[in-house]
């Protein structure tokens, strides 16, 4: 993350759940291409944690980048860069209400699953959950991955098709094989003939990631 504005900057940070003053754990929930935060705040109604502000930053024009996630970065860009800054203003925000990022379950559809495992993987400390639906890490093959930090142990889970249009499996493989050099401890299930979507089993595993950091 570069620049302190970008063309995400000033767009609204959308909230369900309990109020953030009053919340003992938070989900930044980062939407696909074309979706809305809105669109993606559904996903809570899935969820039944007591306790949990659901946060959802806003793409300018509904989508993150313009390109491929499997394109090179600076093509991507100022998209990528202000991107990454959007998610993390989400933790801080969460942070700035007393919820810190051990607390924090960050949660990506698509673009937005691309975009929360970059994020997390630049910025590796302990969270409260990351889950990647339908994404992978940023860039093109052969990007070097010389990641700094550990995730110490924080939950992730990966989950995709064998037959996805936009993911390639080797990529989420890759990212796997990234976030458990991080210290991460993965979760990856692939789904044969899914195509492009979330399936049931991936919303009770995004579950579980929000129990975890739930107080009953």
Do not use: K
């Amino acid at each position: 993350m570069s620049d302190a504005s970008g063309p995400h900057q000033g767009q609204p940070l959308a909230s369900a759940g309990t109020p953030l003053d009053a919340a003992d754990a938070a989900v930044v929930l980062v939407h696909g291409r074309g979706a809305t935060a809105e669109s993606i705040l559904e996903m809570a109604a899935e969820f039944h944690a007591r306790g949990v502000a659901y946060l959802a930053p806003q793409a300018a024009g509904n989508s993150w980048y313009p390109y491929s996630f499997l394109a090179p970065m600076e093509r991507n860009e100022p998209g990528l860069s202000s991107g990454l800054r959007a998610v993390g203003e989400g933790v801080e925000t969460a942070a700035d209400a007393g919820v810190p990022p051990e607390r924090v379950v960050l949660v990506g559809f698509s673009q937005g699953a691309c975009l929360a495992s970059e994020f997390v993987a630049r910025n590796a400390r302990r969270y409260g959950g990351l889950a990647v639906l339908s994404g992978g890490l940023i860039g093109s093959g052969g990007t070097p991955r010389d990641y700094d930090g550990s995730l110490d142990g924080t939950p992730v889970f990966l989950g995709c098709s064998d037959d996805d249009p936009h993911i390639p499996l080797e990529r989420v493989t890759e990212t796997t094989r990234v976030l458990e050099n991080l210290n991460g401890d993965v979760t990856e299930r692939i789904y044969p003939g899914m195509g492009h979507g979330v399936n049931r089993d991936e919303l009770d595993a995004v579950g579980g990631l929000v129990a975890g950091v739930a107080t009953d």
